[in-house]
């Protein structure tokens, strides 16, 4: 039985070269979730494949056809174009920091091939509004995104951030009245300014808090903790300190 074509939208998460003119790329489609492709013939230096390789980048949202069958843990893209063509993303190098800081914290999150169309939905509207935005948007984008990427799999931080319980438990993923027994929570103002965030549900609104690149980086690598704490192998992320240095 032949495989079927079906149209989706695709994320691209990472791409690796294979053989002589191809790429395996691993992407998060809208239809399938997380799914392996084989794209042919893209790295060729004739008319045909030139410049076709640049659609796989990490970050790129695409249109798709694809061949899809669930036994097979390599499908076949059959036609792919720009969905949304950004203009900053690929060549601001601040803005890329980030967008790959988002998909790096993506694929460590995303296990399993299943559709979670909401949350396809959730980043693809996020790197549209990382493009667009100024520069004070953008510094505080990696902490917007590391809370509230969460939701979607079942570990959001719940928001009850009161002068009752001021403090914010990691292990928990809650706010507590008073010092957990371990280190992994968070107090005063970085507890003040996670709540904020939380309740932030535009990227717009992120212009209104203003932080220090310090500050910044504290609660970046304590989001990481968290991270490491819900989700199995999270390991340590490699674009952490390069996004931490460059919105310096």
């Known amino acids: 039985m032949a495989d079927r074509t079906h149209k989706t939208k695709g994320i691209v998460l990472r791409t690796v070269k294979y053989g002589e003119t191809s790429l395996i790329a ?3 489609t809208e239809l399938f979730g997380l799914q392996s492709y084989i794209v042919g013939g893209v790295r060729t230096s004739t008319r045909k494949g030139s ?3 640049n659609l796989f980048q990490p970050t790129a949202i695409l249109d798709l056809i694809v061949y899809h069958n669930e036994l097979k843990h ?3 893209i059959k036609e792919f174009k720009w969905h949304y063509l950004y203009q900053h993303i690929l060549s601001d190098v601040p803005k890329n920091s980030v967008a790959l800081f988002m998909i790096e914290l993506l694929t460590k999150c995303l296990k399993q091939p299943e559709a979670n169309p909401e949350l396809f939905e959730f980043v693809e509207d996020a790197f549209i509004h990382l493009d667009q935005s100024n520069n004070a948007v953008m510094a505080n984008f990696p902490l917007f995104f590391a809370l509230h990427l969460p939701a979607f799999f079942g570990f959001r931080i719940s928001d009850d ?3 009752e319980t001021p403090i914010l438990d990691l292990q928990e993923g809650t706010y507590v009245a008073e010092k957990p027994d371990h ?7 970085q507890a003040e300014v996670t709540s904020e965030l939380l309740k932030m ?3 717009e609104e992120l212009e209104q808090i203003r932080l220090n690149h310090d500050f910044r980086r504290q609660l970046l690598f304590a989001y990481e903790t968290y991270y490491r704490l819900h989700i199995q192998d999270f390991g340590t992320m490699k674009t952490l300190p390069v996004v931490s240095e460059v919105l310096a």
């Open 201 to 203: 549900m535009q990227p």
């Open 74 to 76: 390599l499908n076949r």
């Open 183 to 189: 280190l992994h929570f968070l107090e005063g103002r």
């Open 51 to 53: 410049g076709k390789a």
């Open 26 to 28: 691993t992407i998060f």
């Open 161 to 163: 951030h009161s002068d």
